[in-house]
């Protein structure tokens, strides 16, 4: 029987000590082809810095939401919520940096993390998530999870393995439905 995942939001200390694991993730993701941003040659080093030096001001600052999935004590994926949004956008937060450890992949954790970082949207206000993404894997999860897809933007970013420029696809949710029914009878 698969083991259920436990999803934790982080805090910027048990950031810290989940950074190197985190570092290893991101580093085999990028590894394995993943379009998260990073390119070859990579390394854990430049994992830890995205870590510490990206990720964990925002995460200090509270413009960004860091959830992890752990398999018993393993962190086996994460996924963050951009909340730094423009004071005309203060109903929406992109969707950022869902990655899952190669060896942990087909167990349900990346549904399980998007449906976990779509209710921290909710509890922060945040009704139209947006995101973007490079694979039709990832984006036939999305569109499962109701994600609508806007378009592609061709040679948006390098490729993580080879020296060409890959297009991304646009895509977006709406939940205005779940904010209503999160809202306290009046």
Request: charged share 25%; hydrophobic share 45%; net charge positive.
């Amino acid at each position: 029987m698969p083991e259920t995942p436990s999803i934790v939001a982080l805090d910027p200390r048990s950031l810290s000590a989940a950074t190197p694991a985190l570092a290893e993730i991101l580093n085999a993701c990028v590894h394995g082809g993943a379009s998260v941003g990073f390119v070859l040659p990579y390394d854990a080093v430049k994992g830890r810095a995205f870590w510490s030096e990206k990720t964990a001001p925002a995460l200090a600052a509270g413009t960004r939401v860091v959830l992890i999935a752990k398999l018993g004590e393993a962190i086996a994926g994460s996924v963050q919520l951009n909340l730094d949004t423009m004071p005309n956008q203060p109903h929406r937060a992109d969707v950022m940096k869902l990655m899952i450890d190669p060896r942990y992949r087909r167990r349900g954790l990346a549904r399980a993390l998007m449906t976990a970082i779509e209710g921290e949207a909710i509890s922060a206000r945040r009704w139209l998530l947006t995101l973007d993404t490079a694979g039709e894997a990832a984006e036939r999860l999305y569109h499962s999870l109701g994600y609508v897809r806007v378009g592609a933007i061709p040679f948006y970013a390098r490729d993580p393995l080879v020296d060409r420029f890959d297009a991304t696809t646009i895509m977006y949710k709406d939940l205005r439905s779940r904010l209503d029914e999160a809202r306290p009878p009046a």
